[in-house]
C-alpha cells in the first residue's frame, strides 16, 4: 500500500508504508540507550497529512527510561517532517523490556 502527498507545483509525490515506517525505525535505532526496535516493530496510521506511530523498543538498563522516550519521540518527530511532507501527531513510544549489560 502507497500514500500519497500533493507536492504543490511538482505533482505527486508516493509514500509506501514500508518505507514510513523504515524512517521510523532508523529514527528510533539511532537514539544511544536503544537496543533494538523489537518484533512489534513500527506501527504507523495515516490521517491525512498526519502519521500517528506506535514504536516499540528495547532499552539498556543504564538509561532513563522517560529520557529515551522522549529522544526517540523527537527524533522520529525530525526525521519524518524532514524527509516527506507529513506531520507527526501521535507518537507511542513502548518500552517492552530492559537489555542488563553483563560487566
Known amino acids: 500500500m502507497s500514500v500519497k502527498h500533493n507536492n504543490s507545483?511538482?505533482?505527486?509525490?508516493?509514500?509506501?508504508?514500508?518505507?514510513?515506517?523504515?524512517?521510523?525505525?532508523?529514527?528510533?535505532?539511532?537514539?544511544?540507550?536503544v537496543e533494538s526496535v523489537s518484533g512489534r516493530g513500527v506501527r504507523c496510521y495515516i490521517l491525512g497529512d498526519t502519521i500517528d506511530a506506535d514504536v516499540y523498543i528495547e532499552v539498556n538498563s543504564d538509561v532513563s527510561c522517560s529520557d529515551i522516550a522522549y529522544k526517540v519521540q523527537d527524533n522520529i518527530k525530525k526525521s519524518v517532517?524532514?524527509?516527506?511532507?507529513?506531520?507527526?501527531?501521535?507518537?507511542?513510544?513502548?518500552?517492552?523490556?530492559?537489555?542488563?549489560?553483563k560487566h
Request: no cysteine; glycine share 8%.
Open 9 to 33: 507545483n511538482t505533482g505527486n509525490v508516493t509514500f509506501g508504508h514500508n518505507v514510513l515506517r523504515s524512517i521510523i525505525r532508523l529514527a528510533a535505532q539511532e537514539i544511544s540507550g
Open 81 to 101: 517532517e524532514t524527509m516527506t511532507d507529513f506531520k507527526m501527531g501521535v507518537i507511542n513510544v513502548n518500552i517492552i523490556s530492559v537489555k542488563f549489560l
